[in-house]
């Protein structure tokens, strides 16, 4: 069907606050991939999972970033206890694992006050 | 460890005049290499890869190992060329991607 998607598209949270970001990525892809990116950068690599599998995690800032992708196929990247430079747009990306094209959704921007 | 450099934060060029992105690289094995762009409003979306050899949108790119670089090249801009462009780097196989920091590209009328 349709690419990938994401929600919300935008969310503010206060420094303190958890918040929880959602991936549908294109159906029948078995990897899934979370990027970050600060404005003016790149996408930075987060963490990648084949099926349920988390299988590099080697990107995620801190221990306060959990991704889950429990059946497979929606995935949720969760951020506890915000903090102001966790401000930045949250990619997700998607491939079929037999070629190496990942296919991006339009992101989350988070902005923490 | 694998960086990626776009040396290039801004390029604006004249419609009609020819176009090179600059991306280098550093890489122990050897990688695949990626251009994806991404234009006003719109998701990152990939315009090549080096093992496809393939000319998309009219640009071309040739992975130099010699150089260690991956320049995006167009004869003949256009003004809907203009858009970020990131130069990407994998290890093989499904990995993560390490990106540059992008090169905004504005083509004048």
């Known amino acids: 069907g349709a690419g990938v998607s994401q929600s919300p598209r935008y969310k503010v949270a206060k420094r303190g606050q958890d918040v929880a970001l959602r991936c549908d990525p294109i159906?029948?892809?078995?990897?899934l991939f979370w990027y970050q990116q600060a404005l003016g950068q790149g996408p930075e690599f987060l963490t990648y999972?084949?099926?349920?599998?988390?299988?590099?995690k080697s990107g995620l800032p801190s221990d306060r970033f959990f991704a889950e992708r429990p059946e497979g196929s929606v995935s949720t990247l969760k951020i506890q206890r915000t903090q102001q430079e966790d401000s930045a747009v949250y990619l997700c990306?998607?491939?079929?694992?037999?070629?190496?094209?990942?296919?991006f959704g339009p992101g989350t921007r988070l902005t923490v006050l | 460890a694998q960086r990626v450099t776009q040396p290039e934060k801004l390029l604006s060029v004249f419609k009609g005049a020819p176009v090179e992105l600059k991306c280098n690289y550093s890489?122990?094995?050897?990688?695949?290499l990626f251009w994806y762009v991404q234009y006003s409003r719109q998701r990152l979306q990939l315009l090549l890869r080096?093992?496809s050899r393939e000319s998309i949108k009219g640009f071309t790119a040739d992975l130099n190992k010699g150089e260690t670089s991956f320049h995006l090249k167009k004869p003949f801009a256009q003004e809907e060329d203009s858009a970020m462009y990131y130069c990407?780097?994998?290890?093989?196989?499904?990995?993560?991607?390490?990106f540059g920091k992008g090169t905004h590209l504005i083509i004048q009328p």
């Open positions: 890489y122990s094995g050897s990688p695949e």
């Open positions: 999972f084949q099926n349920e599998a988390q299988l590099d």
């Open positions: 080096h093992i």
């Open positions: 159906s029948g892809h078995v990897s």
């Open positions: 990407a780097l994998s290890g093989g196989g499904a990995d993560g991607l390490t």
């Open positions: 990306a998607s491939s079929s694992g037999t070629v190496n094209e990942q296919f």
